[in-house]
């Protein structure tokens, strides 16, 4: 989120506001030379009319084919966009567009990276004693806090119960 000159109370009242659903296959700059003459904001008109705007557009920020937010502009009086003016902040919003999504892809890509090096830790482990129980207690400590906070193994006993073989937590208790 980024803005200059906007207040709190505007940003709050317009705080989820789109004229695209989330799934929109295809959404399309909207903009609105008047908002004064558009009825869809009439409940905005007093918030629209403190902050001195007139004159709004929407322009969807969209990766893969996935609509990822808006980008808005603003003007202080009644104003059509141009077509150089149009292009320019669909420009710009592509541009924002792809650092979210690159953000996002490396994100995934450090994630499936620690899963793999836990997994291969945990192979080494699995592969490094036969005994099971010293084993799978250094399961839970890789586990630990790699997936989770707690980690319990308990296995099935001769009896129809269970067994606890091994604890770990995040606090060390």
């Given at each position: 989120?980024?803005?200059?000159?906007?207040?709190?109370?505007?940003?709050?009242?317009?705080?989820?506001?789109?004229?695209?659903?989330?799934?929109?296959?295809?959404?399309?700059?909207?903009?609105?030379?008047?908002?004064?003459?558009?009825?869809?904001?009439?409940d905005l008109l007093p918030v629209?009319?403190?902050?001195?705007?007139?004159?709004?557009?929407?322009?969807?920020?969209?990766?893969?084919?996935?609509?990822?937010?808006?980008?808005?502009?603003?003007?202080?009086?009644?104003?059509e966009l141009s077509a150089p003016?149009?292009?320019?902040?669909?420009?710009?919003?592509s541009h924002i567009a792809f650092?979210?999504?690159?953000?996002?892809?490396?994100?995934?890509?450090?994630?499936?990276?620690?899963?793999?090096?836990?997994?291969?830790?945990?192979?080494?482990?699995?592969?490094?004693?036969?005994?099971?129980?010293?084993?799978?207690?250094?399961?839970?400590?890789?586990?630990?806090?790699?997936?989770?906070?707690?980690?319990?193994?308990?296995?099935?006993?001769?009896?129809?119960?269970?067994?606890?073989?091994?604890?770990?937590?995040?606090?060390?208790?």
């Amino acid at each position: 989120k980024a803005w200059r000159g906007l207040s709190a109370a505007y940003r709050r009242a317009v705080e989820g506001h789109s004229p695209w659903s989330p799934d929109d296959p295809d959404p399309q700059p909207v903009l609105i030379g008047d908002v004064r003459a558009d009825p869809h904001l009439t409940d905005l008109l007093p918030v629209f009319e403190r902050e001195g705007i007139v004159a709004i557009g929407f322009i969807p920020l969209v990766s893969s084919g996935r609509l990822l937010g808006k980008f808005m502009i603003y003007f202080d009086r009644p104003h059509e966009l141009s077509a150089p003016e149009l292009q320019i902040a669909q420009t710009i919003a592509s541009h924002i567009a792809f650092a979210i999504a690159r953000k996002a892809d490396e994100a995934a890509l450090r994630e499936s990276w620690q899963a793999h090096r836990l997994l291969a830790e945990a192979g080494a482990l699995l592969n490094s004693s036969l005994d099971v129980e010293d084993t799978l207690a250094s399961i839970t400590r890789l586990a630990v806090p790699a997936i989770a906070d707690w980690c319990i193994v308990d296995l099935s006993d001769d009896k129809g119960g269970f067994k606890r073989i091994a604890v770990a937590s995040g606090d060390g208790s």
